[in-house]
Each structure stands twice: as structure tokens, then as C-alpha cells.
């Protein structure tokens, strides 16, 4: 009968220091998976903000264009002359 006693406590002894080392490392697991959320977050905040600038290059590209035209429009009218 002791011996059973005996069993069934190591046992649970084994259970107890397993349980508790399962939930140091889902912890762990858990700040793990929180930073990985805000990296996210991060990325898709600076993917947002690289397509606004990439939109704001594009028309300043397309505005420079307009405004090399319009210096090649002056210097062929100042050329006729």
C-alpha cells in the first residue's frame, strides 16, 4: 500500500515540475509571439508609409518631366529668335 503511495507521488512530483516548466516556456512562447505581432505592425506601418512615398516620387518624376518640357519649349523659342 506504501508503495503505491509512493508512486502515485513521485508521480505527481513529475507532473508538477513538468507542468511548470511547460508554462515557463509558453510564457516565453507568449512575449515571443508578442514582439512577433508588433514587428508586424511595425512592417505594415512602414509598408503603408514606403507607398506614399513612392506615390510622392512618382509625381514629383511626373512634374519634373512637365518642367524639363516647358525649359525645352523656352530654349527652342529663345533659339528662333
Do not use: D, F, P, Y
Not at 515540475?17 to 511595425?42: D, M, P, W
Request: proline share 0%; aromatic share 2%.
Amino acid at each position: 500500500m506504501w508503495v503505491w503511495i509512493a508512486v502515485v507521488a513521485v508521480a505527481l512530483v513529475v507532473l508538477v515540475v513538468a507542468g511548470t516548466r511547460l508554462l515557463g516556456r509558453l510564457r516565453v512562447l507568449e512575449r515571443a509571439a508578442r514582439r512577433l505581432r508588433h514587428r508586424q505592425e511595425q512592417a505594415l506601418a512602414l509598408q503603408a508609409k514606403a507607398e506614399v512615398m513612392q506615390e510622392t516620387m512618382l509625381a514629383v518624376q511626373e512634374r519634373a518631366e512637365r518642367a524639363q518640357g516647358t525649359v525645352e519649349q523656352i530654349k527652342a523659342g529663345l533659339g528662333r529668335r
